[in-house]
Protein backbone atom coordinates (compact mmCIF):
# COMPACT_ATOMS: atom_id res chain seq x y z
CA UNK A 1 0.00 0.00 0.00
CA UNK A 2 1.53 3.25 -1.02
CA UNK A 3 1.83 6.30 1.57
CA UNK A 4 -1.00 7.67 -0.61
CA UNK A 5 -3.49 4.87 0.08
CA UNK A 6 -2.11 4.80 3.47
CA UNK A 7 -3.24 8.51 4.13
CA UNK A 8 -6.58 8.04 2.31
CA UNK A 9 -7.65 4.75 4.60
CA UNK A 10 -6.73 7.26 7.75
CA UNK A 11 -8.71 9.75 6.08
CA UNK A 12 -11.87 7.58 6.21
CA UNK A 13 -11.39 6.38 9.57
CA UNK A 14 -11.47 10.31 10.75
CA UNK A 15 -14.00 10.88 8.31
CA UNK A 16 -16.60 7.59 9.88
CA UNK A 17 -15.13 9.11 13.71
CA UNK A 18 -16.06 12.55 12.99
CA UNK A 19 -19.78 11.41 11.65
CA UNK A 20 -20.33 9.44 14.93
CA UNK A 21 -18.76 11.96 17.24
CA UNK A 22 -21.02 13.09 20.17
CA UNK A 23 -18.44 14.48 22.80
CA UNK A 24 -17.16 11.04 23.89
CA UNK A 25 -13.51 10.52 22.52
CA UNK A 26 -13.09 7.30 24.12
CA UNK A 27 -15.69 5.74 22.70
CA UNK A 28 -16.03 7.14 18.72
CA UNK A 29 -12.00 5.62 19.13
CA UNK A 30 -12.62 1.92 20.34
CA UNK A 31 -15.69 1.39 18.33
CA UNK A 32 -13.25 2.99 15.50
CA UNK A 33 -10.44 0.67 16.18
CA UNK A 34 -12.87 -2.04 16.37
CA UNK A 35 -13.83 -1.55 13.01
CA UNK A 36 -10.66 -0.91 11.06
CA UNK A 37 -9.79 -4.72 12.52
CA UNK A 38 -12.99 -5.68 11.34
CA UNK A 39 -12.57 -4.57 7.78
CA UNK A 40 -8.80 -5.67 7.93
CA UNK A 41 -7.21 -2.19 7.94
CA UNK A 42 -5.46 -3.12 11.56
CA UNK A 43 -5.49 -6.45 13.51
CA UNK A 44 -3.38 -8.30 16.35
CA UNK A 45 -2.65 -8.44 19.65
CA UNK A 46 -1.26 -4.69 19.74
CA UNK A 47 -3.58 -3.25 17.57
CA UNK A 48 -6.43 -4.56 19.78
CA UNK A 49 -4.56 -3.04 22.78
CA UNK A 50 -3.35 0.32 21.65
CA UNK A 51 -5.35 0.90 18.16
CA UNK A 52 -7.92 3.00 20.26
CA UNK A 53 -5.37 4.92 22.01
CA UNK A 54 -3.93 6.06 18.52
CA UNK A 55 -7.30 6.74 16.79
CA UNK A 56 -8.27 9.09 19.67
CA UNK A 57 -4.86 10.74 19.41
CA UNK A 58 -5.06 11.42 15.71
CA UNK A 59 -8.69 12.26 16.20
CA UNK A 60 -8.01 14.83 19.02
CA UNK A 61 -5.25 16.12 17.04
CA UNK A 62 -7.30 16.62 14.33
CA UNK A 63 -10.48 17.77 15.77
CA UNK A 64 -8.21 20.59 17.53
CA UNK A 65 -6.70 21.53 14.20
CA UNK A 66 -9.59 22.29 12.73
CA UNK A 67 -11.74 24.11 15.56
CA UNK A 68 -9.00 26.32 15.30
CA UNK A 69 -9.26 26.57 11.66
CA UNK A 70 -12.72 27.18 11.45
CA UNK A 71 -13.67 29.33 14.78
CA UNK A 72 -16.56 31.79 13.76
CA UNK A 73 -15.02 34.42 16.11
CA UNK A 74 -16.41 37.74 15.16
CA UNK A 75 -18.42 39.00 17.86
CA UNK A 76 -18.71 42.78 18.12
CA UNK A 77 -18.08 45.63 15.65
CA UNK A 78 -15.18 47.89 15.78
CA UNK A 79 -15.58 51.12 17.89
CA UNK A 80 -16.02 54.50 15.58
CA UNK A 81 -12.32 55.43 14.71
CA UNK A 82 -10.75 51.76 15.40
CA UNK A 83 -9.08 49.39 13.86
CA UNK A 84 -11.75 47.93 10.22
CA UNK A 85 -13.99 45.02 10.57
CA UNK A 86 -11.33 42.92 8.44
CA UNK A 87 -8.13 43.78 10.49
CA UNK A 88 -10.71 43.10 13.35
CA UNK A 89 -11.63 39.83 11.88
CA UNK A 90 -8.14 38.73 11.01
CA UNK A 91 -6.94 39.77 14.40
CA UNK A 92 -9.80 37.94 16.66
CA UNK A 93 -8.21 34.74 14.45
CA UNK A 94 -5.10 35.15 16.10
CA UNK A 95 -5.47 34.78 19.45
CA UNK A 96 -7.61 31.66 20.74
CA UNK A 97 -6.85 29.39 23.95
CA UNK A 98 -7.92 26.52 24.82
CA UNK A 99 -8.25 25.71 28.75
CA UNK A 100 -9.65 23.10 30.13
CA UNK A 101 -11.15 22.13 27.36
CA UNK A 102 -12.77 24.77 26.12
CA UNK A 103 -12.13 27.71 23.46
CA UNK A 104 -11.47 31.21 24.62
CA UNK A 105 -11.35 33.96 22.38
CA UNK A 106 -9.27 36.80 23.56
CA UNK A 107 -11.52 39.19 22.82
CA UNK A 108 -14.65 37.95 24.17
CA UNK A 109 -12.67 37.75 27.59
CA UNK A 110 -13.32 40.30 30.74
CA UNK A 111 -10.47 41.48 32.90
CA UNK A 112 -11.54 38.34 35.26
CA UNK A 113 -11.41 35.81 32.28
CA UNK A 114 -7.88 37.64 30.91
CA UNK A 115 -6.41 36.62 34.42
CA UNK A 116 -7.58 33.29 34.44
CA UNK A 117 -6.45 31.75 31.22
CA UNK A 118 -3.33 34.08 32.00
CA UNK A 119 -2.99 31.82 35.44
CA UNK A 120 -3.54 28.70 33.21
CA UNK A 121 -1.06 29.42 31.13
CA UNK A 122 1.48 30.51 34.54
CA UNK A 123 0.89 27.21 35.52
CA UNK A 124 1.94 25.38 32.47
CA UNK A 125 4.54 27.08 31.99
CA UNK A 126 5.78 26.85 35.37
CA UNK A 127 5.50 23.10 34.90
CA UNK A 128 7.45 22.89 31.50
CA UNK A 129 10.14 25.69 32.42
CA UNK A 130 10.90 22.66 35.73
CA UNK A 131 10.76 19.93 33.22
CA UNK A 132 13.31 21.56 30.92
CA UNK A 133 15.39 22.37 33.86
CA UNK A 134 15.44 18.48 34.82
CA UNK A 135 16.41 17.38 31.20
CA UNK A 136 18.95 19.72 30.60
CA UNK A 137 20.40 18.24 33.63
CA UNK A 138 19.95 14.67 32.52
CA UNK A 139 21.96 15.89 29.09
CA UNK A 140 24.78 17.72 30.91
CA UNK A 141 25.49 14.73 32.59
CA UNK A 142 25.55 12.28 29.36
CA UNK A 143 28.28 11.70 26.78
CA UNK A 144 27.44 12.83 22.83
CA UNK A 145 25.95 9.29 21.73
CA UNK A 146 25.15 8.34 26.03
CA UNK A 147 21.48 6.35 26.63
CA UNK A 148 19.93 7.98 29.74
CA UNK A 149 19.57 4.36 30.74
CA UNK A 150 23.50 3.84 30.98
CA UNK A 151 23.88 6.81 32.97
CA UNK A 152 21.06 6.90 35.18
CA UNK A 153 19.10 4.27 37.16
CA UNK A 154 15.65 5.16 38.35
CA UNK A 155 17.07 6.32 41.62
CA UNK A 156 19.72 8.72 40.41
CA UNK A 157 16.91 10.35 38.39
CA UNK A 158 14.32 10.83 41.48
CA UNK A 159 17.41 12.15 43.13
CA UNK A 160 18.41 14.51 40.30
CA UNK A 161 14.74 15.58 39.94
CA UNK A 162 15.15 16.74 43.95
CA UNK A 163 17.81 18.24 43.25
CA UNK A 164 16.14 20.10 40.20
CA UNK A 165 13.25 20.89 42.25
CA UNK A 166 14.95 22.40 45.49
CA UNK A 167 17.59 24.06 43.09
CA UNK A 168 13.80 26.36 41.93
Same mark, same amino acid.
Given at each position: *??? +?????????? *????? @?????????? /???? +?????? #????????????????????? !????????? #???????? @????? /?????????????????? &????????????? @??? #?? +???? &?? %????????? *?? %?????????????????????????? !????????
Amino acid at each position: *MTT +AQKEKVLDNV *MAWME @ERFEHDMGSV /SREA +AQMASE #QGLASGPLWDEIGGKILRSIF !RERITSKRR #QGLSLKTR @EPKEG /SRTIEEMEQAECSFPYYV &NGKWYQLFDLNKV @EVE #QV +ASHY &NG %LSQAHNFEF *MF %LSAVAEELGESQLVRDAFNIDGLKEL !RREVARSK
